[in-house]
């Protein structure tokens, strides 16, 4: 019978009755490290040899070397560069220290050009359909004005106007007395329009005790024309000519009221021009 190797079991009555060492098996005087208060300490690499780092608050460094899968991915602050279906990176604009992303929309235009794809315009509902506005080649918005009744204004349906006295103004109360105009001679009442202003005129009012003759001329001043001739009788010895539609004159125009005495003897003539200025 051949003599053989062997080995003897380790028997223990308590814990720790056996120390033990934990070593490399190629180089023994490796020996996994136990600190005083139990913790092994231990070197975590790849294998190339790199060694895992850890900080002293216990934070592994990790370097991301590879694409993120598809999917969320929060790994802290990440930098991005955004690109659009095509491949062209998108850009912004710094706008009150905030950075506002670059957006052309398909619906901006200029004046003048073609409607752009897209477009947003403003509408109206005739209560069934949408109606957009509609403008000339000038930007002006054409308008269609009907009464309550749903009739359209025209010539046969007129647009009711009220004319009423403008609440602001100065008003013109502007009268003359010219005294014993000789027979068949004239005196004229004459109004300039104060600088600055606008006159809208109103009436104009002409007496005598005897026949008279009252023109009532209109327009640039010293270039007046001629607008309309009154006459009165003995039986109407008052003129007053009021207009349907007030006058507006600038301050480059004039009123003139020129008044004849038609009569066979000299008379005092009168005159009274009315309206008001804004």
């Known amino acids: 019978m051949a003599d053989f190797d062997s080995s003897l079991p380790i028997r223990t009555q308590n814990n720790g009755d056996a120390a033990v060492k934990v070593v490399d098996g190629t180089t023994p005087s490796q020996a996994l490290n136990v600190d005083a208060t139990g913790r092994i300490t231990s070197k975590i690499q790849d294998a190339g040899g790199d060694t895992l780092a850890i900080s002293a608050a ?97 010539g046969a349906n007129p647009l009711p106007v009220t004319v009423v006295d403008a609440a602001a103004g100065t008003e013109v109360l502007d009268f003359k007395q010219a005294v014993a105009v000789a027979a068949d001679a004239s005196d004229t009442h004459n109004y300039d329009v104060t600088t600055a202003t606008t006159l809208t005129l109103q009436k104009i009012s002409a007496t005598a005790s005897g026949k008279i003759k009252v023109e009532i001329l209109l327009g640039t001043t010293a270039s007046e024309v001629l607008k309309v001739v009154l006459f009165n009788s003995t039986a109407n010895p008052n003129v007053e000519y009021e207009f349907s539609t007030p006058q507006i004159m600038p301050d480059t125009q004039s009123v003139k009221v020129t008044i004849t005495n038609l009569d066979n003897q000299s008379q005092d003539v009168y005159s009274t021009i009315e309206g008001y200025e804004t």
């Open 58 to 154: 216990g934070e592994a460094s990790v370097a991301v070397t590879s694409a993120l899968p598809a999917g969320n991915n929060n790994i802290g602050d990440v930098d991005a560069n955004m690109r659009d279906g095509a491949g062209t990176s998108l850009t912004s604009t710094l706008v009150n220290s905030k950075q506002s992303l670059d957006v052309q929309s398909s619906a901006n235009g200029v004046d003048g050009a073609a409607v752009p794809f897209g477009t947003m315009q403003v509408g109206g509902t005739d209560g069934t359909n949408l109606q957009a506005i509609s403008v000339d080649t000038a930007g002006k918005v054409k308008v269609n004005l009907f009464d309550e009744a749903g009739v359209a204004f025209s």
